[in-house]
């Protein structure tokens, strides 16, 4: 049973270029999350994903980011227009589709981004 | 709104108990969880406890939940060099949204 993979695990860039992430869940799992985490900091939610709907989305999103899950299965991640805040860890997450303790987030290595 | 609190950093000798603290504030969490976090890696899913639980036991992991006190806590019993992590508690309201809202975590720093 793999786990929730991502790629890249990192990615430098410099300011103002356009950068994308790539999460595969695990099987079968029908909700998909990204989150972004800064040094010393706990994950802060970014979106979620049921099959391909976009349900939830953050404040933190701003417009520059954009997600997408267009078949349901894998998701990217876009930053356009980079700039040094967003170096930060991505973190993506999947759950199975149901309620309460079905619905645990189980998270991928993530993928860290260092904006120069 | 959402908040949730952790101490910052926790050493304690190898084979004691170690304890970790949470508050938090959503009177409506249903699901709390706690996830270790390895340099450089994603986060590990330990263990969860539903609100109308108090305690919850797995193997050297127990969780404790005081609901009035918006109180959760981690005991790791006979604490191992390879428990050396960030551990980060978060909650999940009973609102629809699935959105978990993450502490700022507790780095445990295990002495041999």
């Known amino acids: 049973d793999t786990g929730v993979s991502q790629d890249p695990r990192h990615k430098i860039t410099k300011r103002g270029q356009n950068v994308t992430f790539r999460c595969d869940p695990i099987s079968e799992h029908n909700r998909l999350y990204w989150y972004r985490q800064t040094l010393g900091q706990g994950p802060e939610f970014l979106t979620y994903f049921q099959n391909e709907a976009q349900l939830e989305k953050s404040r933190l999103l701003s417009d520059r980011f954009s997600a997408e899950r267009p078949k349901g299965s894998f998701s990217t991640l876009e930053i356009q227009r980079t700039e040094q805040g967003d170096s930060a860890m991505y973190l993506c997450?999947?759950?199975?589709?149901?309620?309460?303790?079905?619905?645990?987030?189980?998270f991928g290595p993530g993928t860290r981004l260092t904006v120069l | 709104g959402e908040d949730v609190e952790q101490s910052l950093f926790l050493s304690v000798r190898e084979g004691d108990s170690s304890v970790i603290n949470c508050t938090y504030t959503d009177s409506s969490s249903t699901y709390l969880y706690w996830y270790k976090q390895e340099p450089g890696a994603g986060l590990q899913l330990l263990t969860y406890?539903?609100?109308?639980?108090d305690m919850k036991q797995d193997q050297r992991l127990t969780v404790l939940l005081n609901k009035k006190d918006k109180h959760l806590s981690l005991r790791i019993a006979d604490t191992q060099t390879g428990d050396s992590a960030i551990y980060f508690c978060?909650?999940?309201?009973?609102?629809?949204?699935?959105?978990?809202?993450f502490g700022s975590g507790t780095r445990l720093q295990v002495q041999p």
């Open positions: 406890i539903f609100s109308n639980m």
């Open positions: 997450a999947s759950s199975p589709m149901g309620s309460g303790a079905e619905d645990t987030q189980y």
């Open positions: 978060a909650e999940r309201p009973d609102t629809g949204r699935r959105a978990l809202t």
